[in-house]
């Protein structure tokens, strides 16, 4: 009898793709590409059934979320009132279905929203919270998304998990923190896998796979881990969590092809990335850092600037050391220009960079002030206090100390300050670029726990240490969303210092700011191994990410073997370094006219938007060959492959690409010369490939593939 009653409910959803709500009790939240059923009855919230091409991948009954009000557990199996259901369609073609209701105790109001793609096999879940009650309380623990899987679909014994981006393998129970906006789960066995991403930020975020009876879990961090979350909610007020998305898939043996296909279409066309916002993505960036450091002046500038200029830089961004405090001296927090460096202050250089056809762009610590500082005198209660009381410098202990510095918490007006401060250097000197940088909450170089978040309990927005977390990241997005209101163009990059773990960069950032710095990468002067980190460091979060978002320091344009450097950095957004001043004219020449080559096959193809991995070509590493290719998927028109050997033994390598039409003939061209090395079909292209021989032990080149005439 149970048999046939879910038989019959299960040809109810197929047949049912407009409605919400099925038989009363049951609610159709995704159809299409995968379908999604609540059993709502009995004042319950429960997961039903959870399917893609027939497979199912939820067992009857599981949680679907979870959450503590002081301590008390709210989830799908606690008593529910007032169930209701809507269903709306919007202009891009996705349907979101919200169902919402109150506790049984009347203490906590409840939405979840769960939204579908045209074509993608992938639901989007929200969780909203509000305060029903008439005193204030905390919410922690939240699990956005939770249920058990079916052991025929996947199982801790015949599956494994693709940690850090959908790339690093793990076996039986995984427990993720910040390091996983994106893990997929795969059953070797039954070919199935589901993926599951966390648009948390920074350290706001935490996925479990396997854990406590084969569940799939994703939300933020509980109570007593490394960075707990905690938000306060006064009567009245509500809170969103941040999204999860999950997308099953089945009859594939290879896990990566769900986060080349769902999970990239999703995050490219739906998520609301901001690089995927602009009118056009840099294409060629340079920065003062390494090897200037702070020693930068007006001088030194515009002959940068003139180098620059020669070899088809688009972005020129001057780094710390233009500014002083208000004693006189250099310092940050009082952002005051130093005119003996820059005598008339940044105007005249930034007049010159634009003079040479470049876009002018500048670095700015987001909350770190110096003892010096007019905001440290006149607004004490602005910044972030360690656990004995003091003001904390979240960024560097032993620093902090010599100097004095401290960080500000984003919960106070001191984010007001700080973007009005922002804002008057973009209007004042046209900055299509800023870099906004070091430790807001947690530091990438500090390991003690303790010496984390914010423990004042009297900022707004947080009552200590445990609620701060949220807070901070949450004030410093809002921020960056206020900068793109006054200046809708300007590309943010916002480092992995500010995001406050090490090479951290994730979709709750990603959301909020273009880019970010990911790395700190100091090469030899000597040698050339830089180049392999950098496409290491690509390789270990594309596709997953945004290409175009990771922004990888400090590779040196005048630097052993700089041209490769530049091919490798081709995979994500180039950016160089260096001294570009002791280029020869002949090398200046050669930088422009690969720059020039890459915009052209942007405009072409829209490359940057996209990045697949070559088949058969893995992790980059010593005596290997590595490479990426970024086709666009969508025009079918080509796109921009490298190909890389790394002291391998092999001089040559057959190279496949996907992702192009089948049926339609392609030539595979050489670098900049367009020499034609192959022309084949898209279907031949993908099953044969062509021949790549690279002569020199450490070697590359990029290709174009693009439609025959």
């Not at 079909?681 to 490939?689: F, K, N, P, V």
């Amino acid at each position: 009898m149970k048999k046939t009653v879910f038989k019959f409910l299960t040809a109810a959803v197929a047949a049912c793709v407009n409605c919400a709500v099925i038989a009363g009790s049951y609610v159709n939240v995704a159809s299409g590409p995968v379908k999604r059923v609540l059993d709502t009855r009995k004042g319950r919230i429960l997961g039903q059934s959870y399917k893609t091409r027939g497979v199912e991948f939820m067992r009857k009954g599981s949680p679907e979320f979870a959450f503590r009000v002081d301590g008390k557990m709210y989830d799908g199996h606690s008593v529910w009132k007032d169930v209701k259901v809507s269903d709306e369609k919007a202009k891009n073609g996705s349907r979101t279905v919200t169902v919402s209701a109150v506790s049984a105790d009347g203490v906590a109001g409840l939405e979840l929203a769960y939204t579908t793609y045209p074509g993608i096999a992938l639901v989007r879940k929200t969780l909203k919270v509000s305060n029903r009650s008439g005193k204030e309380f905390f919410v922690t623990d939240v699990d956005v998304e939770t249920f058990s899987m079916p052991y025929r679909a996947l199982n801790c014994v015949s599956s494994h998990v693709l940690r850090r981006f959908g790339r690093y393998r793990e076996e039986g129970v995984y427990i993720g923190d910040w390091n996983d906006p994106l893990v997929v789960a795969h059953d070797y066995k039954s070919r199935c896998g589901i993926a599951i991403g966390n648009e948390g930020v920074s350290t706001m975020k935490r996925t479990t796979v396997f854990e406590c009876g084969n569940f799939v879990v994703s939300g933020t961090p509980h109570k007593g881990e490394k960075f707990p979350f905690a938000k306060r909610l006064k009567p009245g007020e509500s809170w969103t969590a941040m999204p999860v998305f999950t997308a099953p898939y089945v009859n594939s043996p290879d896990p990566s092809r769900v986060v080349e296909g769902a999970v990239a279409d999703y995050v490219r066309k739906y998520m609301g990335v901001r690089v995927e916002q602009i009118p056009s993505k840099p294409m060629f960036v340079y920065n003062t850092w390494e090897p200037f450091l702070i020693n930068v002046d007006a001088k030194l500038v515009r002959e940068l600037a003139d180098a620059a200029a020669e070899c088809g830089i688009e972005e020129f961004v001057i780094d710390d050391g233009w500014q002083i405090n208000i004693d006189g001296k250099y310092g940050r927090g009082d952002w005051i220009v130093d005119e003996k460096k820059f005598p008339g202050g940044l105007k005249p250089v930034f007049d010159y960079i634009k003079s040479k056809g470049m876009r002018p762009g500048l670095w700015l610590s987001l909350a770190w002030a110096g003892a010096s500082s007019k905001p440290r005198a006149e607004h004490p209660e602005w910044f972030a206090k360690g656990k004995d009381g003091k003001p904390a410098d979240l960024h560097n202990i032993g620093q902090g100390k010599a100097s004095g510095e401290a960080t500000a918490c984003m919960a106070t007006p001191w984010r007001e300050y700080i973007r009005d401060k922002i804002l008057g250097l973009v209007k004042d000197h046209g900055l299509a670029y800023v870099k906004l940088d070091l430790a807001i909450a947690t530091s990438a170089y500090i390991y003690d726990d303790s010496h984390t978040g914010c423990y004042a309990t009297d900022h707004p927005g947080h009552a200590g240490r445990d609620d701060s977390f949220e807070e901070i990241y949450a004030n410093c997005m809002k921020l960056f969303d206020e900068l793109h209101e006054a200046a809708p163009d300007l590309f943010i990059d916002c480092t992995f210092e500010t995001a406050g773990r090490m090479y951290l960069m994730d979709y709750g950032i990603a959301k909020h700011a273009e880019g970010n710095w990911l790395a700190n990468i100091r090469p030899r002067r000597d040698r050339a191994d830089a180049q392999l980190y950098v496409r290491n460091l690509a390789w270990g979060r594309t596709p997953a990410l945004p290409p175009a978002s990771l922004v990888i320091g400090n590779l040196f344009m005048n630097g052993p073997g700089h041209m490769l450097d530049f091919k490798s950095l081709a995979g994500t957004l180039p950016i160089m370094l260096g001294d570009p001043r002791k280029l020869t004219p002949a090398e200046r020449a050669e930088y422009k006219e690969w720059a020039t080559w890459l915009k052209s096959l942007e405009a072409r193809h829209s490359f940057m938007s996209f990045r697949q991995d070559l088949p058969g070509f893995g992790e980059p590493q010593e005596g290997a060959w590595d490479g990426f290719a970024r086709i666009n998927t969508e025009t079918k028109s080509g796109g921009l492959v490298g190909v890389f050997r790394w002291r391998s033994a092999e001089r040559s390598r057959r190279v496949a690409v996907r992702g192009l039409d089948p049926g339609a003939k392609y030539a595979v061209l050489k670098g900049v010369k367009g020499e034609k090395v192959a022309e084949a079909t898209g279907r031949e292209l993908a099953e044969d490939g062509f021949e790549a021989v690279l002569d020199g032990r450490i070697d590359g080149e990029l290709y174009e593939i693009k439609l025959s005439k």
